[in-house]
């Protein structure tokens, strides 16, 4: 069984720009969120998505969105990008078929900004 | 909101010896999960191991244990007879049970690297 699939693994955007990071969850997982790592502030929550619908949001700018498509992939934007943008986002998957259910997680997108 | 806590930003320990990492967590709920993941030089995410609160009886995963103090908010990981491939990064995740947004996202500690000296 695939694991939590990212894409572009490593990426390098300009100040203003925007980036679109995509996500395949495991096979039959239908819940997907997401995650930003930097090393001041760890790992923050950004979203989460189920049956296309987001269900629960961090505490970050509007300029960071994402959706779900019917086949639980899932993709996240940031627009305007600023340098404090830099990171690693990690997508991550859970069957969510009870509260318990383990979120297993991808190998990250690297987004550097310059 | 919930906050994890791990004290020890960086632990070292000889390879086959024991290393036991902390982590204390703040909550109001009573039904929640507890997770330890590793994260290798890689940076992917790997569960370690799962605690139900609700359960008394600490996890075991082979030579990875827990101590789970619901009283105290306590959650710590015991590391058996240590392995080079057992360096990497770990953190302590909270994750609320109960329905709502909140059962949705896993609530992390800053993390402690763990060393292995051969």
């Known amino acids: 069984k695939a694991g939590v699939t990212q894409t572009p693994r490593y990426l390098i955007k300009t100040r203003g720009q925007q980036v679109t990071l995509s996500c395949s969850p495991i096979?039959?997982?239908?819940?997907v969120s997401w995650y930003q790592q930097t090393p001041g502030q760890g790992l923050q929550f950004l979203f989460e998505?189920?049956?296309?619908?987001?269900?629960n949001k961090g505490n970050f700018p509007g300029r960071f969105s994402g959706r779900q498509f019917s086949n639980s992939r899932s993709e996240m934007n940031v627009s305007t990008l600023e340098l404090g943008d830099s990171a690693l986002y990690l997508c991550?998957?859970?069957?969510?078929?009870?509260?318990?259910?383990?979120?297993?997680f991808g190998e990250g997108s690297w987004l550097t900004v310059v | 909101a919930q906050t994890v806590t791990q004290s020890q930003p960086e632990m070292s320990v000889q390879e086959a010896e024991t290393v036991t990492l902390s982590c204390t967590y703040d909550?109001?709920?009573?039904?929640?999960?507890l997770f330890w993941y590793k994260q290798p030089p890689s940076r992917q995410m790997i569960l370690v191991i799962r605690?139900?609160?609700?359960?008394?009886q600490n996890a075991t995963e082979n030579r990875f244990s827990v101590n789970f103090q619901k009283a105290a908010k306590s959650f710590s990981l015991k590391i058996s007879d240590s392995q080079l491939g057992d360096a990497a990064m770990y953190f302590c995740?909270?994750?609320?049970?109960?329905?709502?947004?909140?059962?949705?996202?896993?609530?992390f500690g800053k993390g402690t690297l763990l060393t292995v000296n051969p």
């Open positions: 991550a998957s859970s069957s969510d078929s009870y509260s318990g259910n383990t979120i297993y």
């Open positions: 096979s039959g997982h239908r819940s």
């Open positions: 998505y189920f049956s296309e619908t987001q269900r």
């Open positions: 909550t109001s709920e009573s039904d929640y999960y």
């Open positions: 605690q139900e609160a609700y359960k008394q």
């Open positions: 995740a909270y994750k609320e049970g109960s329905s709502g947004g909140s059962n949705y996202k896993l609530t």
